[in-house]
Structures are given as structure tokens and as C-alpha cells.
């Protein structure tokens, strides 16, 4: 099957850092979504972006589909950051596979 | 729009109890349901899909006598962990779709833990 892998599995920052997620993934996909998990669980969906560059607020994201991977920016990044942020790549119907996910905590 | 429960938020049960979860869409029909499930510092693996009014389809290794799934109607799946043991305590997040290449939306997740 696909393999999705995040880099870095941890990342520790001091408010107002900058930061840049990486995700790679083994095969084609239909779409690809980042996540961020709160610290009580909810799944919070960032961005649907099978290919190019969004941004929204201090975030934005790039999918180079054809070298199968995707960033994830984080600007000026806050204490309300912290929690594990997902990629998740759409495979075959509907199904969504995880990423490894990469744990953020972000210090005052 | 586009809400999600789970009900129980979370459930202590003692070892060889059954223990049901629910999955609701509050605000439109979910056409298929997703059960998934993240053990402690990991990330979230598929256990099942299900379409409304027909059987669940599991993903491989994951046993189907032991997590019952019944997708009974378009608002609402349920996920029954049979005979619980504690390498069952996990976290469990239903997601739902309208169908189609529709959008998951995400539950808050029931956190169970078996003694």
C-alpha cells in the first residue's frame, strides 16, 4: 500500500518561530488534506490541496504532485499551535491514509 | 454545518464487556461513515467503511467479529467493541461523507480504556 511520512516527528518552538512540515507519500493520490489534532483529540481539517499553494492566516501549504510530497508553513507560530499535525493522502475511494504526523509544542 | 458527534466521550469498562459507540451527523446525511483508531503517540489507521443500509468493509487485519459496525441510518453508525480487552483501550474517531469524493468530517473521538 502507500506509505505517508512526516518530517519531524517532533518539532519544539519558541512563539513567533516560523516552521515547515514536510509530507511524502509513495504513489499517486486524489487529494491531499492537513490536519491539526488538538490537544483533546478534534481533528481539525487546514487544507484540501492535491497540487499548488494556498494559504490562510499564518498557514499555507504546497503539494508538488508530481514529486509526491507537501509542505506545510506555519508563520509566527502561537501557543494555541501546539497538538500533532496530519497529512492525509486520499487513495483509492474516499479512503483517506494518515501520515506519521509531526508533534508541535510551541513555548511562551 | 457539516457536525459530528461521538457519544460516549469517553468509557472505563472492565475486561470481556461489550462497549457501544456512537457516530452521529447532526447536520446532513452521511452516505458513508469511517471508523478509525490511534493508539497513543500514533497516528490514526482505518478499521472499517461503511455505507448506509449495507455491510461494513474492513480494512485488513482488523477482526470483524470483535468491532461491529451497523450503519443503520444515514445520521447515525454505531461501533460495538466486543469482548473488550485492554490492548482495545485506544481512541476511536468515526469521520462521515455526504458520498461520493465528498469531504470527511471529523468526530471529537471516544477515548476507551479497558481494565
Known amino acids: 500500500g502507500i506509505q505517508v511520512e512526516q518530517s519531524p516527528p517532533d518539532l519544539i518552538l519558541q512563539e513567533g518561530a516560523n516552521s515547515t512540515l514536510r509530507c511524502n507519500f509513495s504513489?499517486?493520490?486524489?487529494?491531499l488534506q492537513w490536519f491539526h489534532q488538538n490537544p483533546w483529540g478534534q481533528l481539525i481539517n487546514l487544507f484540501y490541496?492535491?497540487?499548488g499553494t494556498k494559504q490562510n492566516g499564518r498557514l499555507s501549504a504546497t503539494t508538488v504532485a508530481t514529486e509526491r510530497y507537501s509542505l506545510l508553513y506555519i508563520s509566527s507560530s502561537q501557543t494555541t499551535d501546539s497538538g500533532v499535525y496530519f497529512c492525509?493522502?486520499?487513495?483509492?475511494?474516499?479512503?483517506?491514509?494518515f501520515g506519521t504526523g509531526t508533534r508541535l509544542q510551541v513555548f511562551p | 454545518g457539516a457536525v459530528v458527534s461521538q457519544h460516549p466521550s469517553w468509557v472505563i469498562c472492565k475486561s470481556g464487556t461489550s462497549v457501544k459507540i456512537e457516530c452521529r451527523s447532526l447536520?446532513?446525511?452521511?452516505?458513508?461513515m469511517f471508523w478509525y483508531r490511534q493508539f497513543p503517540k500514533q497516528s490514526l489507521m482505518l478499521m472499517a467503511t461503511?455505507?448506509?443500509?449495507?455491510?461494513?468493509?474492513?480494512e485488513q487485519g482488523v477482526e470483524k467479529d470483535k468491532f461491529l459496525i451497523n450503519h443503520a441510518s444515514l445520521t447515525l453508525s454505531t461501533l460495538t467493541v466486543t469482548s473488550a480487552h485492554p490492548e482495545d483501550s485506544s481512541f476511536y474517531i468515526c469521520?462521515?461523507?455526504?458520498?461520493?469524493?465528498?469531504?470527511?468530517?471529523f468526530g471529537p473521538g471516544t477515548r476507551l480504556t479497558v481494565l
Open positions: 461503511s455505507n448506509e443500509g449495507s455491510k461494513a468493509t474492513y
Open positions: 490541496i492535491p497540487s
Open positions: 492525509a493522502v486520499e487513495w483509492g475511494t474516499d479512503k483517506l491514509i
Open positions: 469521520s462521515a461523507s455526504g458520498g461520493g469524493r465528498g469531504t470527511q468530517y
Open positions: 504513489d499517486s493520490v486524489n487529494n
Open positions: 447536520d446532513f446525511q452521511a452516505t458513508t
